[in-house]
């Protein structure tokens, strides 16, 4: 399935919340798209009246006392042109057009999503039955005389069902406006979706997997990948470039697709001393109950991988230690792996994955010999 161009957005939230959604609305730009916001503390109210198409019933859930533009607009969308989210209460359906109830920090993520969605738009593949078995593909701006490197995309969020794979749609979108195709993939993570030990790392390594699958394009390669995550999907990486390490009775085992180079960035490298840190609030013990299990899942005890690696970490990061990631990236030199280490000055956790920030800029300068060995970085 592929998203369809979108003309208008209409964003309903809690009205503390209204200028969140208007820095985000703008995130990553030249989406093509108008975005308008409303504020309201009835937003089921809301949600029925414009599904009703009645511009007075919109008006009135919005707090206005006649049809105003925005209810107006409103009033003439269909379910397929909206993206809403709806905090705090959730709905009855979340789709890909409307998601629901993930919470106040969330919304800047589906919103950036949505845009990123209009400026270069995907196709969604399921590689699984299960519900979060799918991924987003999307293909460069241009063609090329050559087939475009691949990129599997991992996002983070400590594991937890409230983050999704919309994380990395700015990424996506920058990357296709340079010659790269992506894979952005979601996975099942701890909480509704049963994600946790060991079903998110069957998930991952089967959609890596999924990768042969695509081989009949001529537009990219789908061979070698490159496997990129942020946070806790730079955990995932790593554990991706280790697959080849696993015991047989494990998940992800004989894997049919390597990735030839694993970005990790402000990755959580070493499950145990995460554990020891308590990082997000206890996300490991949640993620991987029993300690035992860190023997295949944890990236440091995986050591040496054998596949290139490519580091990089804020050193102001707030929700992983440099440290940590630091530590990981020692440990692999010293047995050998070939690992480039970015240590990013003065960053925290979230600027290296926005396409605007110097960090990106950094990050893409010494990716460049991986995804173009014969030319140089933009």
């Given at each position: 399935?592929?998203?369809?161009p979108?003309r208008?957005?209409?964003?309903l939230t809690?009205?503390?919340e209204?200028?969140e959604?208007?820095?985000a609305?703008?995130?990553?730009g030249?989406?093509?798209?108008?975005?308008?916001?409303a504020?309201?503390?009835r937003p089921?109210e809301a949600?029925?009246?414009?599904?009703?198409?009645?511009a007075?019933?919109?008006?009135?859930?919005?707090?206005?006392?006649?049809?105003?533009?925005l209810?107006?607009?409103a009033?003439?969308l269909?379910?397929?042109?909206?993206?809403?989210d709806y905090?705090?209460?959730?709905l009855?359906?979340a789709?890909?057009?409307?998601?629901?109830?993930?919470?106040?920090h969330?919304?800047?993520?589906?919103?950036s999503?949505?845009?990123?969605?209009?400026?270069?738009?995907?196709?969604?593949?399921?590689y699984?039955p299960?519900p979060?078995?799918?991924?987003?593909?999307?293909l460069?701006?241009?063609?090329t005389?050559?087939?475009a490197?691949l990129v599997?995309?991992?996002?983070?969020?400590f594991?937890?069902?409230a983050?999704?794979?919309?994380v990395?749609?700015?990424?996506?979108?920058?990357?296709a406006r340079?010659?790269v195709?992506t894979?952005?993939?979601?996975?099942r993570?701890v909480?509704?979706?049963?994600?946790?030990?060991p079903?998110?790392?069957a998930?991952?390594?089967c959609?890596v997997?999924f990768?042969?699958t695509l081989?009949?394009?001529?537009?990219?390669?789908?061979r070698?990948?490159i496997?990129?995550?942020?946070?806790?999907?730079?955990h995932?990486?790593?554990?991706c470039a280790?697959?080849?390490r696993?015991?047989?009775?494990?998940?992800?085992?004989?894997?049919?697709?390597?990735?030839?180079?694993a970005v990790?960035?402000?990755?959580?490298?070493?499950?145990?001393?995460?554990?020891r840190?308590?990082?997000g609030?206890g996300a490991?013990?949640?993620?991987v109950p029993?300690v035992?299990?860190?023997?295949?899942?944890n990236?440091r005890?995986l050591l040496?991988l054998g596949?290139?690696?490519?580091?990089?970490?804020g050193?102001e990061d707030e929700s992983?230690?440099?440290?940590l990631?630091?530590?990981?990236?020692?440990?692999?030199?010293?047995l050998?792996?070939r690992?480039?280490?970015?240590?990013l000055?003065?960053?925290?956790?979230?600027?290296?994955?926005?396409?605007?920030?110097?960090?990106w800029r950094?990050?893409?300068?010494?990716?460049?010999?991986?995804?173009f060995?014969?030319?140089?970085?933009e």
């Amino acid at each position: 399935m592929t998203a369809a161009p979108l003309r208008s957005i209409l964003v309903l939230t809690a009205p503390n919340e209204a200028g969140e959604a208007a820095r985000a609305a703008a995130w990553p730009g030249e989406s093509g798209a108008e975005v308008r916001i409303a504020s309201t503390d009835r937003p089921g109210e809301a949600q029925r009246a414009i599904e009703s198409g009645a511009a007075d019933a919109v008006a009135a859930a919005l707090g206005a006392e006649r049809p105003a533009p925005l209810a107006r607009l409103a009033a003439r969308l269909s379910l397929r042109d909206r993206w809403i989210d709806y905090t705090p209460a959730p709905l009855e359906r979340a789709t890909d057009e409307c998601i629901s109830g993930r919470g106040e920090h969330s919304l800047p993520w589906a919103l950036s999503h949505l845009v990123s969605a209009n400026a270069h738009p995907y196709t969604t593949l399921r590689y699984g039955p299960e519900p979060e078995q799918v991924g987003e593909l999307r293909l460069p701006a241009a063609a090329t005389a050559a087939r475009a490197p691949l990129v599997v995309l991992l996002h983070g969020g400590f594991w937890r069902e409230a983050y999704r794979r919309d994380v990395m749609a700015p990424l996506a979108v920058d990357l296709a406006r340079r010659g790269v195709a992506t894979w952005n993939v979601e996975y099942r993570r701890v909480g509704g979706s049963g994600g946790g030990c060991p079903r998110t790392f069957a998930d991952v390594a089967c959609a890596v997997d999924f990768c042969a699958t695509l081989g009949g394009s001529s537009t990219f390669d789908p061979r070698a990948p490159i496997i990129l995550g942020h946070s806790a999907g730079a955990h995932l990486a790593l554990w991706c470039a280790a697959r080849a390490r696993l015991p047989l009775n494990r998940p992800g085992a004989s894997p049919t697709v390597m990735p030839r180079l694993a970005v990790a960035i402000g990755t959580v490298a070493d499950l145990t001393e995460a554990r020891r840190l308590g990082l997000g609030a206890g996300a490991v013990d949640a993620f991987v109950p029993s300690v035992a299990d860190e023997a295949w899942t944890n990236p440091r005890a995986l050591l040496p991988l054998g596949i290139a690696q490519l580091l990089a970490h804020g050193t102001e990061d707030e929700s992983v230690p440099c440290a940590l990631a630091a530590a990981y990236a020692a440990a692999a030199q010293r047995l050998g792996d070939r690992l480039e280490w970015l240590a990013l000055e003065g960053v925290t956790h979230m600027p290296p994955i926005d396409p605007r920030s110097e960090a990106w800029r950094r990050i893409l300068d010494s990716l460049q010999p991986h995804l173009f060995p014969n030319t140089s970085s933009e």
